[in-house]
């Protein structure tokens, strides 16, 4: 037992220079069994067995696990000498220091999981587009493309027809032979490896698929579709149909003309062009498809109107009083469209000058009224339509003369009434007072026709022109005004309407009063 420890020391020295066989796993339990205690016994025989420890150093790798775990007799402990124990602290921090953990191994890369909803797009007679969807687990690893592979049907010889991994889920598979069956299948490539195929359930043939061609017109094409005389015509009709259909034009069931109207034909739709329109591109459009057997048409109708001519005739039917009577038959050009109404207009003939007298009529016949006697009249018509109003008019040949009859004035017999009457006061005159000093009016209201004579009298005795009185009478108002009365003023004052049917009198009391200062004035005195 004590030749066996010297390996143990020896071990522990060369301990730190072992890293490369890995070690990592054994110092894991070392941080229990490192008391400083075990290192003393150690300790006593290197001078004895120093050369055999270097020369079997990997002996001593694997007899330091078994070793360390029991405790050395605590005999040897006590019997090492004081060198020995100052050897130990030397090497006791070298088992202390913590190494870092080893990291797990990194898991096992793995593929993903097969692509799902693998099916065909679209296909002609070189190519099939073929969609899919990502796989439902990917992984850690991650997803970097796919690879499609196709191979004839029948056989297993798989190739892969993209050179570098394809990163979306959609491919067109080209240059393949019209008429082959052609199994696919996509796989999903990382990291991992490829995961497993996802396959089509049946051989595709390359061959493009006929679908039945139809012609898609445009709501606003669907009616009458109407436009000016001049006006640029770009019309497109779309359509449908695999492969592309044949397209084919007509006019009223004749082939257009490449003159006038230029046709451009593309994969989903076709263009008609017309520069400058004319009345003569007026007709029914037919557009037609066909794809082998199967064809389908649709027509429209275009319809280029411009202004109307003028009515063939205008002429007068009648005059009579005030009134003339017109009539009129419709224009031979009417624009290519229907007439929607007829401007009248008149001119007198002393002054030429045209007035509008009915817009928007819609007969043939009319009677212009409010003509004004002694004049001669002409008339002339307009026609209208969506356009317009036409640019000349039709003039009537006849004038009109609206002759002066001879007409008996007999004015109106009126009897005459009688208004004459005898004066009345209709407003009579109140008794006043007033203060001495202090002017003052007295006022009455009469009628009568023919109109009264006023007499006002003081007392009985007749006011005549004085400077102290003044009468007035407006309007059967009568005023008499008294300037500064004084104490003599007061008395009975009359008023006397007179005339050839009578008279009429009214009277009033007028009383003159003293100041109030005066009276306490003559008190004090």
Known sequence: MPSKPAPIKK????????????PAPAPEPVPEPAPVEAAPAPAEAPPAEAAPAEAA????????????????????????PAEAASAEGAEV???????????????????????????????????????????ET?????????????????????????????????????????????????????AGGRSPPVSLAEAVLVKEVAHRPKVRMPRFLRQRYVAYVGDKINLTIPFTGKPKPVITWTKNGQPIDGKRVNIRNADKDSIMFIRASERDDS?????????????????????IVELPGP???????????????????????????????????????????????????????????????????????????????????????????????GIDYKPPQYVERDFSEAPKFTTPMVDRATTVGYSTKLLCS??????????????QMVIEEDAKFRQICIQGICSLEIRKPGNFDGGVYTCKAKNDHGEAVITCKLEVKQPVVAEKDAEKK
């Open 11 to 22: 071990a522990a020295k060369k301990e730190p220079a072992k890293k490369e066989p890995e």
């Open 57 to 80: 150093p990997a002996e001593a790798a694997p007899a330091e696990e078994p070793i360390k775990a029991p405790t050395p007799p605590p005999a040897d402990a006590e019997a090492a």
């Open 93 to 135: 921090p070298a088992p202390e220091e913590p190494k870092p953990p080893t990291p797990p191994p990194p898991p096992p890369k793995e593929p993903t999981s097969a692509p799902v909803e693998l099916f065909v797009e679209d296909k002609n007679d070189t190519s099939v587009t073929i969609i899919w969807s990502q796989p």
């Open 138 to 190: 990917i992984g850690d690893s991650g997803l970097d493309g796919y690879m499609i592979e196709v191979c004839k049907d029948g056989t297993e010889d798989w190739k892969a027809v993209n050179e570098d991994v394809q990163k979306s889920c959609r491919y067109v598979i080209k240059n393949q032979t019209t008429g082959d069956r052609l199994k696919i299948r996509v796989v999903a490539v990382n």
């Open 283 to 303: 007709g029914v459009y037919e557009m037609g498809v066909k794809v082998e057997d199967f064809e389908d048409k649709a027509s429209f109708i275009l319809q």
């Open 311 to 405: 009515p063939a005739s205008v002429k007068i039917v009648d005059t009579w009083g005030f009134n003339a009577a017109l009539e009129w038959t419709p224009p031979t050009d009417k624009g290519n469209t229907e007439i929607t109404g007829y401007t009248i207009q008149k001119a007198d003939k002393k002054t030429g000058d045209w007035y509008t007298v009915v817009e928007n009529y819609h007969r043939l016949t009319a009677t212009i009224s409010d003509l004004i006697m002694g004049n001669t009249y002409k008339f002339r018509v307009f026609s209208e339509n969506k356009c317009g109003k036409s640019e000349e008019a039709t003039v009537t040949k006849e004038e009109a003369k609206i002759l002066k009859t």
């Open 446 to 459: 009469v009628r009568g026709t023919p109109k009264p004579k006023i007499i006002w009298t003081k007392n």
